[in-house]
């Protein structure tokens, strides 16, 4: 990792109390399992030395972060904030996008980076898959372009969950091949939605639409408000099962994040 392109500016840390309305699907208890993530703070800026984020709206996501993460007793501590001033990475392409941690990852600290754009198809929700599972690559990037929810679903796939969609390996409306197909998840009910399609699947009051129908001719029920749901600006929630899932993802780490 190197340091070479860092213009560093201070740190401190900075704790959210703020609480706002999450709903947790599922009549089980989540499991509190207090821990504090220390978040470096990477702002990229573009050729005019501007950053594309503010700090108050960064603290806005720091507190969006804590209050979905509450029902696990996690928080999320900025502790440290750098700019990167090669503007390369502010229009971030593929091969960007692969050398952001590779230079300027902080071992150990989730990392969480602020671009302008990028060309990456399906940027919004892209994040490495686990990525909390090596202390070198846990990072996600939040584009002006992307919406504060997405930043939310970004982290749940550095912690293990899934989309709710998977038209690679459908799973069916009655739920039988839950733990194989889809997200794998039996608690998120199957989800029809397809990026390679134009169809629409929800109208703007987040109600569901569609007429198609799985592999047994049953209609979808989608669950549209869930976060890891493509229905983006209907995301309000996630199931239990979700939040144990992260949790069980965390406590098999072989490591421990500071
Ligand atoms: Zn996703």
Request: aromatic share 14%; net charge negative; charged share 15%.
């Amino acid at each position: 990792m190197s340091k070479i392109h860092y213009t560093f500016i201070l740190i401190f840390c900075f704790a959210s109390t703020m609480h706002s309305q999450i709903i947790y699907y599922g009549n089980e208890s989540i499991p509190c399992y207090p821990k504090v993530f220390h978040v470096s703070v990477h702002i990229v800026l573009n050729e005019g030395g501007e950053g594309s984020f503010g700090m108050s709206e960064i603290e806005e996501h720091f507190d969006l972060m804590n209050a979905w993460f509450e029902p696990l007793c996690w928080t999320f501590e900025m502790c440290k904030q750098d700019t990167v001033i090669d503007h390369s990475f502010n229009l971030l392409n593929q091969n960007r996008f692969t050398k952001l941690p590779e230079y300027y990852n902080d071992d150990h600290m989730l990392n969480l980076y602020y671009v302008s754009t990028s060309s990456i198809r399906d940027f919004c929700h892209l994040a490495p898959q686990r990525g909390i599972e090596d202390p070198t690559t846990a990072h996600v990037v939040m584009a002006r372009t992307c919406v504060t929810n997405d930043l939310i679903h970004k982290l749940c796939h550095m912690f293990g969950l899934i989309d709710t969609y998977n038209p690679a390996n459908p799973e069916f409306v009655n739920g039988s091949n839950c733990t194989v197909a889809g997200d794998r998840l039996c608690s998120t009910p199957a989800d029809p939605y397809n990026p390679n399609t134009n169809m629409g699947f929800v109208n703007t009051s987040c109600q569901y639409i569609s007429d198609i129908r799985d592999a047994n001719g049953q209609f979808y029920e989608p669950m549209v408000g869930n976060i890891m749901s493509s229905y983006r600006g209907c995301r309000d929630g996630m199931t239990v099962e979700q939040y144990r899932t992260m949790l069980n993802t965390y406590l098999t780490l072989t490591y421990t994040p500071w």
